[in-house]
């Protein structure tokens, strides 16, 4: 596909060398490489020939590339450090996915974080956790000095394989490995099948720290759009035709931003167009918790041949004691161990300890159940909120703590999250989900941090003051 250079300071040499600067920032091009031809350059961005001619002529002065006679132009010296925030830039920093983390990270305890993606801390099992540290200082055994096992707490693992085992999917302890979060289950992946450059299929609208993720390791991107049933099929297959994406990312249950539900159907198709273009996925699996029916998985249906299942109790049991895991084909679970071994040599035995503690406990499931109704009743005190507000939700998900929801008079949401952020209120808006940035009406509302009636009185008055704004 082209992609044309669209000048930022009034020239196009300058709109060339920006993309070759943001491509060597983002590690697209690396120490060495041969650039384009100067007609192949030209043709991409469709522009003229002179114009890469003087845009490599002024980089080759600059030391950031160089000519070889007869061979053409190479990238020189080393990589320059990784920054984030220069690969895939917004204009608009409040759409900047990492910007959004660090306002709800960040936040003082007079926030309100409607826009944040967990529960409230008075949610969570508290006063179980603390009595599984009591417990846990009591034991002899405990491993709380020494590093664990590579592939992580054995006991925990055998729970996990037949907690899994419940929903359809088949996994041995051998074939799961712990990790310090889900995030790091990912990230391990990654490492294990891309190479940069790489392309990896993702959601749009879709979790906006797989994007974070995946360019830290110098992947391309490319956008599926996301329906109520699941990816868009059809979308799906064309794109795999054109750009042989290596990996595809996802939630299969209560989709991360908008809340649906893979149906079977649509798994069946998406799990065929695998087979048929060499194509791996990742299911994300972090909310099933909070589904009260067994809601179906790709990886039960594919067996863990071509789907590698990634779960995490940070957002069902704590964030603090950091606790993930990956099931993967028996194949693979070694490597990804080196791989583990070689970038943090081993996870948390503390945290699979108090997790393993706390899921054997029967007061857990207890606590699952008192969350999935208040998650009921917020999802529908909310809707009921919003709707006098004349915003729309996408969907009425079927459980789960999200709601994608459409804002009134085509209100930009970026603007309305600044609005509400100086009130004190952290929004998410829609353009952070969006690789294609076609999200702008949208909002991502958590309904669990919605219970302060002010929260609505600020996000009244944040769309008045951007409508005043388009006026």
């Known amino acids: 596909m082209k992609s044309k250079a669209k000048p930022k300071d009034g020239t196009r040499v300058n709109a ?36 890469i001619v003087e845009a490599y002529d002024r980089l080759a002065a600059d030391g950031i590339i160089s000519a070889k006679r007869g061979s053409g132009f190479y990238v020189s010296g080393h990589l320059p450090p990784l920054s984030l925030a220069s690969v895939g830039a917004t204009k608009d920093r409040s759409i900047d996915p990492l910007w959004v983390i660090r306002q709800s990270l960040e936040a003082d305890g007079d926030m309100l974080k409607p826009g944040c993606g967990w529960l409230p801390a008075s949610w969570l099992p508290e006063e179980e956790m603390r009595r599984a540290l009591r417990r846990l200082a009591k034991e002899a055994n405990t491993g709380l ?71 830290a390791h110098r992947v391309q991107l490319v956008a599926v759009p996301y329906t109520e049933q699941g990816p868009d099929v059809q979308a799906m297959a064309e794109l795999l035709v054109l750009h042989k994406p290596r990996l595809y990312i996802t939630n299969s249950v209560f989709h991360n931003p908008t809340g649906a539900v893979l149906s079977p159907i ?54 603090a004691a950091r606790c993930g895991y990956l099931a993967v084909r028996e194949e693979w679970a070694e490597k990804i161990v080196d791989l583990k071994l070689a970038t943090t040599l081993s996870s948390s035995g503390l945290g699979a300890e108090l997790v393993y503690s706390v899921l054997r406990d029967g007061g857990y499931r207890h606590h699952i159940d008192a969350v999935r109704s208040k998650l009921a009743d917020a999802m529908g005190r909310t809707l009921h909120r919003l709707d006098r507000l004349g915003i729309t939700p996408w969907i009425k998900p ?61 996000l009244e008055q944040a769309m008045e003051k951007s409508v005043e704004f388009v006026v």
């Not at 000095?145 to 054995?154: I, K, R, T, V």
């Not at 391990?188 to 879709?206: A, K, Q, S, W």
């Not at 918790?289 to 049991?317: M, Q, W, Y």
């Not at 459409?406 to 952020?421: F, K």
Request: charged content about 20%; overall charge negative.
């Open 266 to 319: 649509v798994a069946h198709r998406v799990l065929k167009l695998a087979e048929d273009h060499d194509l791996l996925i990742i299911e994300d699996d972090i909310y099933a918790e909070f589904a009260h029916n067994t809601s179906p998985l790709l990886a039960s249906f594919d067996g863990l041949n071509r789907v590698i299942h990634i779960g995490s109790f940070s957002k069902a049991l704590t964030a």
């Open 145 to 215: 000095l020494e590093y664990g096992h590579p592939y992580g707490h054995l006991a925990l693992r055998e729970l996990l394989s037949r907690r899994l085992a419940e929903r359809g999917v088949t996994a041995a302890p051998r074939q799961i490995i712990l990790t310090d979060s889900g995030t790091q289950a990912i990230d391990l992946i990654c490492r294990f099948l891309l190479e940069p450059g790489d392309t990896v299929l993702i959601d749009d609208p879709g979790y906006f720290n797989f994007q974070a993720l995946l360019r």
């Open 398 to 458: 079927q459980g789960g703590m999200f709601l994608w929801v459409r804002l009134p008079n085509g209100l930009d949401s970026a603007r309305v999250s600044q609005a509400a952020l100086h009130e004190g209120v952290v929004l998410a808006p829609g353009n952070v989900f969006s690789l294609g940035q076609t999200a702008a009406p949208f909002l991502r509302i958590n309904v669990a941090q919605c219970q302060a009636p002010r929260i609505f009185e600020v």
């Open 16 to 51: 060339v060398m920006q993309q070759i600067h943001a491509q060597l920032a983002s590690r697209v091009l690396v120490p060495g490489e041969r650039l384009p031809s100067i007609r192949q350059m030209a043709e991409r961005l469709e522009v003229a020939k002179n114009t």
